[in-house]
């Protein structure tokens, strides 16, 4: 089946610009994941997003960062008023639960997003 | 918060030479995850180890989850070029009811053939 995909591959945006990237999850997963990958770097969690619950945004940045998740399935990570240091690949994974009984997660191409 | 360690940061190795990587929690964890990330693409997941003292292997990984459940280690039998990549663990701790999966900054593998 379809894994996760994420779009748009790449992103070159002006400093001071708005960006959104969006992910499709693998379907019937309830769980999603956003992580930041600077080059090199290890995975740095942004947010989470779990069925219904309110998502954890504990690794959000600043507030120039936003995600959505509507009707449980697409997400988008919004980023205002982009930086020079937010260029980096933005990583999106979905999983089947988060729980007692951890699923793995499976995680898309990534965006590279290039701020200058 | 919640720290997942990883050391080293990078190994190089010759091909045929065995590597090691370890993962040390500052927390319990209910499970760890382990992924590898090859160069230009994304962290693709290899195995979950659940139980205290569990050992696990995939042909020439071998996977070891620690005793109290603080530390893992992931073990490669005479790297390959293949195994170049970066390693990563992921720890989950859970209680009252939530649940956080941290990542560790990862293990660097060159392979020189």
């Known amino acids: 089946g379809a894994g996760v995909s994420q779009s748009p591959s790449n992103k070159v945006t002006e400093k001071g610009k708005d960006v959104e990237l969006r992910c499709d999850p693998i379907?019937?997963?309830?769980?999603l994941y956003w992580y930041r990958q600077s080059l090199g770097q290890g995975l740095e969690f942004l947010i989470y997003?779990?069925?219904?619950?309110?998502?954890?945004k504990s690794g959000l940045p600043s507030d120039r960062f936003s995600a959505e998740r509507t009707g449980g399935s697409v997400s988008t990570l919004t980023i205002q008023r982009t930086q020079q240091e937010d260029s980096a690949v933005y990583l999106c994974?979905?999983?089947?639960?988060?729980?007692?009984?951890?699923?793995?997660?499976?995680f898309g191409p990534g965006t590279r997003l290039t701020v200058t | 918060g919640q720290q997942v360690m990883q050391i080293p940061q990078y190994q190089h190795v010759q091909e045929g030479e065995d590597f090691t990587t370890y993962c040390n929690s500052s927390?319990?964890?209910?499970?760890i995850q382990w992924y590898k990330q090859r160069p230009g693409g994304h962290p693709v997941f290899l195995i979950q180890?659940?139980?205290?003292?569990e050992v696990k292997k995939q042909k020439r990984l071998t996977f070891q989850f620690g005793e109290a459940k603080k530390n893992s280690s992931l073990h490669i039998t005479a790297t390959q070029t293949t195994d170049v990549g970066t390693y990563f663990c992921?720890?989950?701790?859970?209680?009252?009811?939530?649940?956080?999966?941290?990542f560790g900054k990862g293990t660097k593998l060159s392979v020189i053939p």
């Open positions: 379907s019937g997963h309830t769980a």
């Open positions: 997003f779990q069925g219904n619950s309110a998502p954890d």
């Open positions: 180890l659940v139980k205290s003292g």
């Open positions: 992921a720890g989950l701790r859970s209680g009252a009811g939530s649940y956080q999966l941290t």
């Open positions: 994974a979905s999983s089947l639960a988060v729980g007692r009984a951890t699923y793995e997660q499976y």
């Open positions: 927390t319990t964890l209910s499970n």
